[in-house]
């Protein structure tokens, strides 16, 4: 998977999460202000292990992080 595919299903899944947000605004009072969203899409097994990749990053950069918010 190319670097511009994965940023391009990002900028998709991130547009659904958006429209979710919309119906369920209740849902943006869960998220930290700070917060870094990566999204985790079961539908697409190989997006999802290259987001994977950021969440360990981020755990090795020693950066706070939740899970299934």
């Known amino acids: 998977m190319t670097e511009?595919?994965?940023v391009e299903k990002n900028c998709d899944?991130?547009?659904d999460f958006m429209r979710c947000a919309i119906d369920r605004?209740?849902?943006l009072d869960?998220?930290?202000r700070d917060a870094q969203l990566i999204l985790l899409p079961t539908?697409?097994?190989?997006?999802h292990k290259e987001n994977l990749k950021i969440?360990?990053?981020l755990r090795?950069?020693?950066r706070?992080?939740?899970e299934n918010i």
């Open 13 to 15: 899944l991130l547009n």
């Open 64 to 66: 706070k992080h939740e």
């Open 55 to 57: 969440v360990e990053r």
């Open 25 to 27: 605004p209740e849902i």
């Open 43 to 47: 539908n697409d097994p190989e997006l």
């Open 60 to 62: 090795k950069e020693g």
């Open 4 to 6: 511009k595919n994965i």
């Open 30 to 32: 869960t998220i930290p």
